[in-house]
């Protein structure tokens, strides 16, 4: 599995390191070697080969680009950063810590219709998503 040439782990410039996973080992996740950080959430721990390598590219660019996060562009607010653990369960049953970044838009009676079904969180992955968003608008 040494053809892929993947991005470092954006928590701690860690290794990534590609895993089998799942109860045939014929499936696979992404994360780092050092940190443990998964670009997967829970629901996607576990993905053919080449989509578990394209969903780490991505968040890891996500992130990456997570500095350039606009401001709301109909009330002018900043998101706030917040971050979020907790225990779930993976793909093989087992209890794992699940930690993720988002940013919250302040409750001041600002209407969205950002299409988004959390309606005023934006996550990693969809900061792309929110800054276009932005674009449209002004
Ligand atoms: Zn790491
Ligand atoms: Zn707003």
């Not at 443990?36 to 959430?41: D, E, I, N, R, Y």
């Not at 919250?104 to 219709?113: A, Q, R």
Request: charged letters at 30%.
């Amino acid at each position: 599995m040494g053809e892929y040439e993947l991005k470092p782990c954006p928590k701690c410039g860690g290794k990534a390191e590609i895993r089998r996973v799942g109860e045939y080992r014929n499936l696979f996740a992404v994360m780092c070697s050092q940190c443990g950080w998964h670009a997967a959430k829970m629901s996607e721990g576990a993905l053919a080969l080449s989509d578990a390598v394209q969903l780490w590219e991505s968040r890891v660019e996500a992130i990456e680009n997570v500095s350039k996060i606009k401001p709301c562009p109909f009330c002018g607010a900043l998101l706030e950063k917040k971050h979020r653990e907790y225990w779930g369960t993976n793909s093989s049953k087992k209890k794992e810590l699940v930690s993720y970044d988002y940013w919250e838009h302040p409750l001041n009676g600002c209407i969205i219709d950002f299409a988004s079904p959390e309606g005023f969180y934006v996550y990693e992955d969809t900061i792309d998503d929110w800054n276009r968003r932005v674009s449209d608008v002004q």
